[in-house]
């Protein structure tokens, strides 16, 4: 069966251009995870590479599929210069990691949460797991491997995550939408959720 990871490279160069930076993470007992850098215009995009290379489990199975089961990249994009966003590398590769380490499936609607700033001085800890498909298409692969899903990923601060696990996913997204949020800015602050 063909190595999935240089597919999925090549399907992040093709969508965002070179990378100007790579980083690679290794947790004990799981992949190496790399977290790749493109820059476009003011927009600084991070994507991990290594989530895709073993498809994710329900961690209620006895047994994990090594060939069936979803598989995802995480995405994040923010505005280039306003933050010190290049340590969010590090925060990336844990989330990237989470379905080796925690036996979790990463799918859009889900909160990710790593416990500290996603960079110095960020006021979120923890994103939301938006729908595929707008900036990456899923990259297709053979039967009978599920595709990889490129996920992006929409920082919440603490108060936004809280009343998401209340109100639900589309919920904030649409407090969001109407409220106008720069879901880019790496210093935006918590959308008004009276």
Known sequence: MADVLPLVEARL????????????????GTDRVEVLRFHE????????LGMSAQ???????????????????????VRAGLA??????????????????????????ASLDVG??????APFTSVLV?????????LELDEPLDPVRFLPL???????AAWKRVHGAQALQERW?????????????SVPLE
């Open 177 to 189: 939408l109407t409220s106008g949020t720069d879901l880019r800015d790496p210093a935006r602050k």
């Open 55 to 77: 498809p994710m489990s329900d961690p209620a199975a006895a047994l994990a599929d090594p060939v069936k089961g979803p598989r995802a990249e995480l995405v994040l994009s």
């Open 154 to 160: 929409l920082p919440m601060t603490a108060n936004e």
């Open 13 to 28: 160069r093709s969508a965002l251009g070179e990378p100007d930076a790579r980083a690679a993470v290794t947790f004990l």
């Open 116 to 121: 500290e700033p996603l960079w110095p001085g």
């Open 130 to 138: 938006a729908e595929p498909g707008g900036l990456i298409e899923d």
């Open 84 to 109: 010190d966003t290049g340590k969010v590398l590090r925060p990336l590769a844990v989330l990237a990691a989470s379905p080796q380490v925690e036996g979790v499936i990463v799918a859009p609607g």
């Open 41 to 48: 215009d003011d927009i600084v995009r991070y994507a991990t």
